[in-house]
């Protein structure tokens, strides 16, 4: 049987609480896991998954919406545990993934630090500490825009570039679920986009945020803020 699972799992942030959403897609053949969780946060995603009586060495699959530290820190972890699993993501994103390029937002936090004040500038250091912390992984699978997945009875990889350049979302057809990442996030209920003075483009996340939106969805799942119910 299909079945869509949204994780809550708690991460701890230079400072800060929040929890993230990541999702997982169940049908007769494979379990996939739609992004990981920050570094150090492999535990944290076992507990959530048992929390659903969903044992995380059965996980096939790994989806990373994108590069960023808190969708992908958990990632190496989780593929030296449990090897089998296949790690994908789009063709853009791989290189970050994979630690062939710096990430884009280490290169962003290391070009904002001296222009920032004297009273953040140690939360700018920490904040590039912990992006280098972030081990690469190697991706099994390069996944296209606009690419069919058989997975959870029909899922649509939808290109939504801006909050980085190869960022995807998931159209799960036969759900009418959206799973965005952090191309949209709820704050107080309402859909915006995720941080965006820290958008790598954009003009581009406000239109794949529109884009989303415009699909007619009956669910929007965000990474960071949980379930927008659009019924
Ligand atoms: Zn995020």
């Known amino acids: 049987m299909e079945q869509v699972v949204v994780l809550s799992v708690e991460m701890h942030f230079l400072g ?7 999702v997982v897609l169940m049908d007769h ?3 996939v896991l739609v992004d990981c969780g920050p570094v150090g946060t492999l535990e944290r995603i076992e507990e959530a998954l048992r929390a659903h009586q969903i044992e995380p060495s ?12 808190d969708h992908v820190g958990s990632a190496a972890a989780h593929k030296r545990r449990y090897p089998s699993v296949k ?24 070009s904002m630090q001296d222009k920032l004040p004297e009273a953040q500038k140690s939360f700018g250091e920490s904040f590039c ?15 296209h825009m606009g690419q069919h997945l058989s997975f959870c009875g029909g899922t649509e990889v939808i290109g939504t570039a801006g909050h980085t350049p190869g960022h995807l979302s998931l159209y799960l057809e036969k759900f009418g679920i ?3 990442g952090d191309a949209i996030a709820l ?11 820290f958008a790598l483009e954009q003009t581009k996340a406000v239109a794949s945020l529109e884009y989303l939106l415009s699909l007619g969805a009956q669910k929007i799942i965000c990474y960071h803020g949980g379930i927008l119910d659009l019924r």
Do not use: F, W
């Open 16 to 22: 800060s609480e929040d929890v993230v959403h990541p």
């Open 29 to 31: 053949q494979s379990r």
């Open 58 to 69: 059965s996980i096939t699959h790994i989806i990373l919406t994108h590069q960023d530290h």
């Open 87 to 110: 790690i994908l993501c789009s063709e853009e994103e791989k290189p970050y993934i994979e630690g062939s390029k710096v990430s884009l937002r280490l290169e962003q936090a290391l």
């Open 129 to 143: 500490v912990l992006l280098r912390s972030v081990e690469p992984v190697a991706v099994d699978q390069v996944l």
């Open 178 to 180: 959206i799973i965005a």
């Open 187 to 197: 704050e107080a209920g309402k859909p915006v986009i995720a941080n965006p003075q």
